[in-house]
């Protein structure tokens, strides 16, 4: 029983679509993220929603849209696809956004933009 | 300048051998501190986390923190090919918000 899942976990797609991942956590925690991870290793955090609000959201372009149906879930939908989009996501949850709480991680989305 | 500036690697080590992975940082807000291992095609797994300085032991692992250096370390003894990976070290404000380093990625040679 994978405790967060990312679906799809290859998306290949051209530019100028626009495209949806889903997240799902099992672990009844309320607070859930999306990072972008470059072709670097760099891992950058994009949202954090805790119980289906928006608690963080850091410097990403509109074309990035996050949405928490409910707790448990968190899909990003990004329009008009570029290039520069191309790295893996990650989907991540923890038990709340308290001090310290360890975050628990998806395998990742890879997205190639062709 | 980054935030959090990690050992770039890659490194590369006999079986049996004492790892020690290092991170610096800037910010003074950061309080909690962690180290993720990442192994190919896979996610982040958390290894260690810490609040304060000192250190923290769990098995081969120990995790050190020097808040007044800002200066943390994963060191792992007798080192296995399992423990082959990027880890990677992270931070964490009271506001909730981590800061990731760039990662080292390991190999230890049978």
């Known amino acids: 029983d994978t405790a967060v899942s990312q679906t799809p976990k290859y998306l290949v797609t051209q530019m100028g679509n626009d495209k949806s991942i889903k997240c799902e956590q099992n672990?009844?925690?309320?607070?859930m993220y999306w990072y972008k991870q470059d072709s670097k290793k760099f891992l950058k955090i994009m949202f954090s929603?805790?119980?289906?609000?928006?608690?963080i959201n850091e410097t990403v372009p509109n074309r990035f849209s996050p949405k928490s149906p409910d707790k448990a879930h968190l899909n990003l939908h990004i329009n008009s696809l570029e290039l520069g989009d191309s790295a893996v996501y990650f989907c991540?949850?923890?038990?709340?956004?308290?001090?310290?709480?360890?975050?628990?991680f998806g395998d990742g989305t890879r997205l190639s933009i062709l | 300048q980054k935030e959090v500036e990690q050992d770039p690697g890659p490194l590369s080590v006999p079986e049996g051998a004492i790892v020690s992975l290092n991170c610096t940082y800037s910010?003074?807000?950061?309080?909690?501190f962690m180290w993720y291992r990442q192994y190919s095609r896979k996610g982040p797994e958390l290894l260690m986390y810490?609040?304060?300085?000192g250190n923290k032991e769990d098995g081969r692992f120990t995790a050190q923190v020097d808040k007044s250096s800002k200066y943390i370390s994963l060191f792992i003894r007798d080192s296995q090919p399992s423990d082959s990976a990027t880890y990677l070290c992270?931070?964490?404000?009271?506001?909730?918000?981590?800061?990731f380093g760039d990662g080292t990625t390991l190999t230890v040679k049978p």
């Open positions: 991540a949850s923890s038990q709340d956004s308290g001090w310290g709480r360890p975050q628990h």
């Open positions: 672990l009844g925690h309320d607070t």
């Open positions: 929603y805790n119980n289906k609000e928006l608690i």
């Open positions: 910010n003074s807000a950061f309080q909690y």
């Open positions: 810490t609040y304060s300085s």
């Open positions: 992270a931070m964490r404000t009271n506001a909730g918000k981590s800061t």
